[in-house]
T-cell receptor, first 110, second 112 residues
Framework: GENVEQHPSTLSVQEGDSAVIKCTYS??????FPWYKQELGKGPQLIID?????GEKKDQRIAVTLNKTAKHFSLHITETQPEDSAVYFC?????????FGAGTTVTVRA | DAGVIQSPRHEVTEMGQEVTLRCKPI?????LFWYRQTMMRGLELLIY????????DSGMPEDRFSAKMPNASFSTLKIQPSEPRDSAVYFC??????????FGNGTRLTVT
């Protein structure tokens, strides 16, 4: 099955700085790559996604890049704010099955 | 849109007891997924349904686990008998076709 690796596991940034999380996947059949944010006591919430026919997508302070050849995709958060503190998960989908990375705990220092 | 609704939010039970977790997907969504989240194994897909029919249950850990979807607005995940290693947060999610998954807020299960 699909194996998704995510790095780093923890990330501490100063407010206003950028945060970058990187993921790799194993199954070349994966064609959809969402990113989820999870806050304490809640379920994962979709923040951005990208499909395999697109190399980059941006939504305000959040951007995602995809390199299908290398099987890499990354999340970039610019101008980080305290409310960006959470656990972030990358995922890759084959057919209808979504496999998740282990998560990155992001802490934004005020 | 009330989102995906799960109940109960917390469940504490003794080893050997039967546990039933419930999920109401978003109206109109034809796919329903059950995930389990633990520190050791992260988010794992247990089973998913399409139009109330189980499609892939390869993630169900043991025969002690079973899931049903009697209609488009309700699904259950049952563990019988429960064991301490089943302690985890169980999430239900739904989607329309291959659109993004929407997750509920989960049921935190503790088996003592």
């Amino acid at each position: 099955g699909e194996n998704v690796e995510q790095h780093p596991s923890t990330l501490s940034v100063q407010e206003g700085d950028s945060a970058v999380i990187k993921c790799t996947y194993s199954d070349s059949a994966s064609n959809y790559f969402p990113w989820y944010k999870q806050e304490l006591g809640k379920g994962p919430q979709l923040i951005i996604d990208i499909r395999s026919n697109v190399g980059e997508k941006k939504d305000q302070r959040i951007a995602v890049t995809l390199n299908k050849t290398a099987k890499h995709f990354s999340l970039h958060i610019t101008e980080t704010q305290p409310e960006d503190s959470a656990v972030y998960f990358c995922a890759a989908r084959v057919d209808y099955k979504l496999s998740f990375g282990a998560g990155t705990t992001v802490t934004v220092r005020a | 849109d009330a989102g995906v609704i799960q109940s109960p939010r917390h469940e504490v039970t003794e080893m050997g007891q039967e546990v039933t977790l419930r999920c109401k997907p978003i109206s109109g969504h034809d796919y329903l997924f059950w995930y389990r989240q633990t520190m050791m194994r992260g988010l794992e897909l247990l089973i998913y349904f399409n139009n109330n029919v189980p499609i892939d249950d390869s993630g169900m850990p043991e025969d002690r686990f079973s899931a049903k979807m009697p209609n488009a607005s309700f699904s259950t995940l049952k563990i019988q008998p429960s064991e301490p290693r089943d302690s985890a947060v169980y999430f239900c999610a739904s989607s329309v076709g291959n659109s993004p998954l929407h997750f509920g807020n989960g049921t935190r299960l503790t088996v003592t």
